[in-house]
């Protein structure tokens, strides 16, 4: 399978699959966070018990600081089929466990860049990249209508080139931040868009519609694209 960047069309590979995968499933990031560790899970684990070979995402185990973790001890991972499993390292023949810190990247291609308002041109590449993701989503227009419909009322309709999203903002940690377009939320003015203060439904790179609350997420607004 050849893998392309376009992004209509995305095949991750499983590594970056299995993170998407994780950053939508609360119970794995629930179980990431009870470890302690910051940011998102950055370990993959490889394995065999003679019969069986897994893979998977390293969310749960004995972590030993800068050495990584214990490959003697229990682990917890998260696969790409979204599934909770437990391994014991000490039973478990072939172990290998890779630190991949760039995968966050294939899932959020703007991870990495510093959010800027000053810097129009790299905003405006992203937003451009966003708009594709949000005519192609069906999900995405829907809920853009119904902003358009809710604010503007009998004004334009929703396909008119005037209303199409134009709020671009940053969302998540300081280890990652996944650009994203706002869909809907509490609408201040055309001068101001959205409130990054309020909650929010937004088309993240990943090319899922999520809602965002800042006082779970951080939200930067990065620049009103005009």
């Known amino acids: 399978m050849t893998l392309t960047s376009d992004p209509l069309d995305r095949v ?4 970056a699959a299995t993170l998407d ?11 990431w966070t009870k470890t302690g560790l910051a940011g998102h899970p950055r370990h993959y684990l490889s394995c065999t018990d003679g019969l ?3 893979r998977g995402l390293i969310i749960g185990g ?5 050495t990584g973790w214990d490959t003697e001890g229990v682990f917890r991972i998260f ?6 499993g437990v391994i014991d390292g000490w039973k478990a ?5 890779e630190y991949r810190p760039e995968v966050i990247g294939q899932v959020f291609p703007s991870a990495g860049v510093v959010p800027c308002g000053d810097n129009t041109v790299q905003n405006l590449f992203i937003a451009s990249r966003l708009c594709l993701l949000f005519a192609a989503s069906a999900e995405a227009r829907q809920v853009w209508a119904a ?3 809710r604010v503007y ?3 334009r309709a929703a396909e008119d080139e005037f209303h199409v999203p134009r709020q671009l903002v940053w969302i998540g940690e300081d280890d990652y931040q996944a650009a994203a377009l706002v869909l809907d939320g509490t609408w201040i003015d055309e001068l101001v868009g959205f409130s990054t203060f309020r909650p929010m439904i937004v088309l993240v790179e990943n090319e899922h519609v999520v809602r965002v609350d800042p006082a779970c997420e951080r939200i930067l607004n990065a620049e009103r694209i005009r």
């Open 12 to 15: 991750l590979p499983w590594e």
């Open 21 to 31: 995968a994780w950053f939508r499933h609360e119970r794995g990031r629930a179980l």
């Open 52 to 54: 069986t070979d897994v």
């Open 62 to 66: 004995t972590h030993t600081g800068r």
């Open 79 to 84: 696969t790409e089929d979204e599934q909770i």
């Open 93 to 97: 023949q072939n172990l290998e466990i």
């Open 147 to 149: 902003h358009v419909q």
């Open 153 to 155: 009322g009998q004004g």
